[in-house]
């Protein structure tokens, strides 16, 4: 059964740091691209960071470039996202997300729970 679980949300003031956690299990976690979307009252699901299967590229959207980071470790199947110097416009539902590469091209989506984040003072 495949799982993502995100963790860390809750309530922050504006300047504030959250660190979001996503435990992934029932799938290849080495072999799947891992990002966070979030999405906001009223609006659509947008990408905020993605990384790669090894790691190494990362992509940010501009509005969290320079405050948000994103990693991952392989050996604990996890992947996180470090949020800082927060901001009332940041306040969402993150969703961890996992494309998995499987055999003959094929490619599996995967979805978690969502976490609240809310910046307010």
């Known amino acids: 059964q495949v799982q993502l679980v995100e963790s860390g949300g809750g309530l922050v003031q504006p300047g504030g740091s959250l660190r979001l956690s996503c435990a992934a299990s029932g799938f290849i976690f080495s072999r799947s691209v891992m990002s966070w979307y979030r999405q906001a009252p009223g609006k659509e699901r947008e990408l905020v960071a993605r990384?790669?299967?090894?790691?190494?590229?990362?992509n940010y959207a501009d509005s969290v470039k320079g405050r948000f980071t994103i990693s991952r470790d392989n050996t604990k199947n996890s992947v996180y996202l470090q949020m800082n110097s927060l901001k009332p416009e940041d306040t969402a539902v993150y969703y961890c997300?996992?494309?998995?590469?499987?055999?003959?091209?094929?490619?599996?989506?995967?979805w978690g729970q969502g976490t609240q984040v809310t910046v307010s003072s």
């Open positions: 997300n996992a494309l998995m590469f499987g055999s003959l091209a094929s490619k599996y989506d995967y």
């Open positions: 990384i790669s299967i090894s790691g190494g590229p990362t």
